[in-house]
């Protein structure tokens, strides 16, 4: 039987006082269940009313060879008992099942960290194929940091031996006692573990017995093994300060489901979903066709064509249409992405950025379709484009997504990536009675007698008006073919492909969106950080680092990429310095740079990881301290002198 957590008693907690945030990462084989393992400690760690933020890492291929470098699959989680923006630089801990995971992580670890390994899987073939000439636990080369050498397989066989499982059975019952252990050292309850247990394996209860008895006795290990004597022990962390509500995690593709549906209910309007599977895209559709109840159809096309064509033709047919894939699909969605343009049509096209090109890294980060959501398609087809910050953002920024679409008859682009696709972090449940509604209003008044209805006519806001098909004596034609001005007709004079061109320019650039605020700092200044998407985090941190060091810099961070707001020039130019760091090779920096003529400076990282708070916090102290012109990137990209951009 499961029982409550260890409260620790006021002395235990004299004698070990409580850290304000702590890194962990589990690192194991993409069979060792190591992002179910992180994702219940997140679970059991937001119950525990911690901030945090996660970082899932997965190998690329769909299932390397088991105990291969480049088939390791890990799960970093920060949490603490202050605001949380990333998920953290340095692991304090790295819990490793089996060489490869320890050679890929562990000089990730800070200094004097916790290395908690399964000595079980270190035997000589393991090693060799995690190329280590030696075994690293029984040499000197971990000696900057603490080890607790654990024969996690053996105790976990030794756990579930009564419920009778063969061996490959049983031993995957392991990430389950890693994870009692990890509940025991960050003095976590295990209920809720248990009752989670028995409802994933209600059809098999020898399974979930199985696996409680592994986690119960991986907790009962920190109990009764003197880990004290090794200098680790039991950590709690307290609680964060929280506005009082209802908080449940989210990920982003969570988040970004939930806040279409929000969306598509404050415009009145069904909605249809037209998706096809790509990493790290494939969850939104997953999450969307959960929710039928709320009016959603959810459709898988045979490819990424097929998927915005169903979504465009249901725009058309008077619902929300909305799509979602990565780079390489979003690439093949770009015809119709034109026809919905030249249409007019509202549409939502969700773009989980992955390392590219091609199939690039698919399970990686990266912000490189900027560019391509910006600029990418056929002549002048200006698309509205906004990207949302956090995993919790989304649903905000998915709502505004829906707001431009309807309101302007237009195609919208919502940037998101693979770090904010599958991280997970606290959402306060918002109450939607403070979201302004926004029903749509379909065009149904006829035209005056003799005269014939305008399908591409104009309102003050240049948008032209919706009409359901079938509506009785509104017969109009649209389609890809160039319009002419009011009648819809096909039109290829030069003075109205002109026009036409203009007013659909016109109609973007003047849709309504908040003015630029400074997220920390002040208007003016001598530095300010721009950055726009996943790098809000570490972006916000360095600049509260710095700021707390006495140093004149400010953090703004953009939503709306295009159009971008119209206070966003003079608020650039009121400082001395723009460090723009992306993980990209300087796409953002040259929007700026166009549209504003600032000497934007970037700092870019293409790894297919986040950006770490101490790089961006080092970049704004080099910078400050007069090496702007010199700026190196983390990945070693030589940036430009101020001369070479503004000569």
């Not at 790098?535 to 709306?560: C, E, M």
Request: some cysteine.
């Amino acid at each position: 039987m499961a029982t409550a957590a260890h409260q620790l008693t006021p002395e235990e907690a004299s004698a070990n006082p409580a850290p304000e945030t702590i890194v962990v990462r589990f690192a194991g084989d993409s069979g060792d269940g190591m992002q179910l393992t992180g994702g219940q400690f997140t679970l059991s760690t937001a119950l525990a009313g911690n901030d945090l933020a996660t970082f899932p890492d997965f190998p690329a291929e769909i299932r390397a060879p088991q105990g291969t470098l480049f088939g390791v699959s890990a799960f970093q989680i920060n949490f603490g008992s202050t605001e949380i923006d990333t998920a953290g630089d340095q692991p304090d801990v790295l819990i490793a099942m089996n060489p490869a995971a320890l050679k890929t992580n562990v000089e990730a670890l800070k200094p004097g960290g916790l290395i908690i390994a399964d000595e079980g899987e270190f035997g000589q073939r393991n090693l060799d194929k995690a190329k280590y000439a030696a075994n690293p636990l029984e040499d000197d080369s971990l000696g900057k940091w603490q080890l607790l050498k654990l024969n996690i397989s053996q105790l976990t066989l030794d756990a579930v031996k009564p419920f009778g499982l063969g061996n490959k059975e049983a031993l995957r019952c392991k990430n389950m006692w890693t994870l009692g252990l990890a509940l025991w050292m960050f003095d976590r309850d295990r209920a809720p573990l248990v009752e989670w247990l028995r409802t994933k394996f209600a059809k098999a209860p020898e399974l979930a017995e199985a696996n409680i008895a592994a986690l119960n006795a991986g907790h009962a290990y920190g109990e009764t093994a003197e880990l004290g004597a090794m200098g680790i022990s039991q950590r709690h962390v307290a609680a964060a300060p929280s506005e009082p509500g209802l908080y449940r995690t989210v990920t982003g593709a969570e988040s970004i489901s939930l806040g279409l549906v929000a969306g598509a209910q404050l415009a009145s309007l069904p909605m249809f979903f037209g998706g096809y599977p790509i990493t790290p895209a494939s969850a939104i559709l997953h999450a969307l066709a959960r929710y039928k109840e709320y009016g959603v159809t959810t459709f898988q096309a045979e490819d990424e064509i097929a998927a915005i064509a169903s979504a465009l033709g249901a725009s058309y047919a008077g619902q929300l249409g909305v799509t979602s894939s990565s780079g390489p699909g979003i690439a093949l969605k770009g015809e119709a992405m034109g026809l919905a343009i030249m249409t007019e049509l509202p549409l939502i096209i969700v773009n989980s950025q992955r390392g590219g090109p091609s199939t690039g890294l698919p399970t990686k980060t990266e912000q490189s379709d900027l560019y391509q959501a910006v600029y990418g398609r056929n002549g002048d087809s200006p698309m509205p484009v906004i990207a949302a910050r956090s995993a919790a953002d989304c649903f905000d920024v998915a709502i505004e997504a829906v707001r431009i679409a309807t309101q302007y008859m237009t195609p919208v682009m919502l940037l998101t990536d693979g770090y904010i696709a599958n991280a997970a972090e606290p959402w306060k449940v918002p109450d939607m009675s403070t979201y302004k509604p926004f029903p749509v209003e379909f065009h149904t008044e006829l035209p005056a007698e003799g005269e014939k209805f305008q399908p591409y006519a104009r309102d003050a806001k240049l948008k032209r008006p919706w009409v359901k098909p079938g509506t009785p004596g509104l017969l109009h034609r649209i389609g890809g073919i160039e319009k002419a001005l009011g009648s819809g007709n096909i039109d290829y004079s030069p003075a109205n492909h002109q026009a036409m061109t203009d007013i659909r320019r016109d109609k973007v650039a003047n849709i309504d969106i908040p003015d630029q605020k400074v997220e920390m700092g002040q208007e003016g200044g001598k530095l300010v950080v721009v950055g726009w998407g996943s790098t809000f985090g570490p972006i916000h941190q360095a600049v509260r680092r710095a700021r707390n060091k006495g140093l004149d810099v400010s953090h703004v961070h953009i939503r709306h990429i295009w159009p971008m707001p119209k206070n966003l020039g003079p608020l650039l130019k009121s400082y001395e310095h723009v460090l723009v760091p992306e993980m990209n090779t300087g796409q953002l920096k040259t929007v700026l740079r166009d549209q504003f003529l600032v000497n934007a400076v970037p700092l870019n990282k293409v790894s297919g990881q986040p950006f770490a708070i101490a790089e961006i916090e080092a970049a704004i102290t080099r910078h400050l301290a007069g090496a702007g012109a010199e700026e190196i990137g983390p990945d070693n990209t030589q940036l430009p002198s101020p001369e070479a951009v503004n000569p």
